[in-house]
């Protein structure tokens, strides 16, 4: 299939459509960086996403966003396997989502084209270095009981302290000055 895209550039050359996707989104990082397991994504518009040889365009009724491929700096996609972004200088915060299906189709479709330097989003590292801790008791499981012999400790009483504040000693702390 043939696409003249010269309604959006004048200088347009006929492009081959690679691969059409329906049921997409256009979304953008929000949070973070898109290489990093804590980048948050946020879905904006639904779309349709056209993958053409020279170009990647999301597009519904009036809207559209396109990625001229020669532009891309990298590709990132997700590690949940759903979402891809698309940086290009300046602007590295915009891509596309799709079901679990269809994103792995797309990601193979990027794969196919030349030149094209395809990042995955790093995976959060396991907490804890990964050890494995053994399930907390349930109900039906008895707490073990520890018995451990405590060492006495004896307490005294304070001797009695009487002061006769009446008569301050005049060599005393709390001698009067006249």
Do not use: C, K, Y
């Not at 995955?120 to 018995?147: E, K, N, T």
């Amino acid at each position: 299939m043939q696409n003249s895209w010269a309604a959006s550039n004048a200088d347009a050359r006929s492009e081959s459509v690679l691969a059409q996707f329906a049921d997409a989104a256009v979304i953008q990082v929000v949070s973070g960086d898109a290489h990093r397991a804590d980048a948050v994504i946020e879905e904006l518009h639904a779309a349709t996403v056209t993958v053409t040889d020279g170009r990647i365009v999301a597009s519904d009724g009036d809207m559209s966003w396109a990625w001229l491929l020669t532009d891309l700096a990298a590709v990132i996609h997700g590690a949940d396997g759903r979402w891809t972004i698309f940086d290009v200088p300046g602007i590295s915060d915009f891509g596309v989502a799709f079901d679990a299906a269809h994103a792995a189709e797309f990601r193979h479709v990027l794969d196919e084209l030349p030149g094209l330097d395809i990042r995955h989003q790093a995976v959060a590292a396991p907490m804890f270095g990964g050890a494995s801790f053994p399930p907390p008791p349930s109900d039906s499981q008895p707490v073990p009981m520890i018995a451990a012999a405590l060492p006495a400790i004896v307490v005294s009483e304070p001797a009695l302290v009487s002061l006769d504040l009446a008569s301050p000693s005049a060599t005393g702390p709390m001698a009067a000055t006249a």
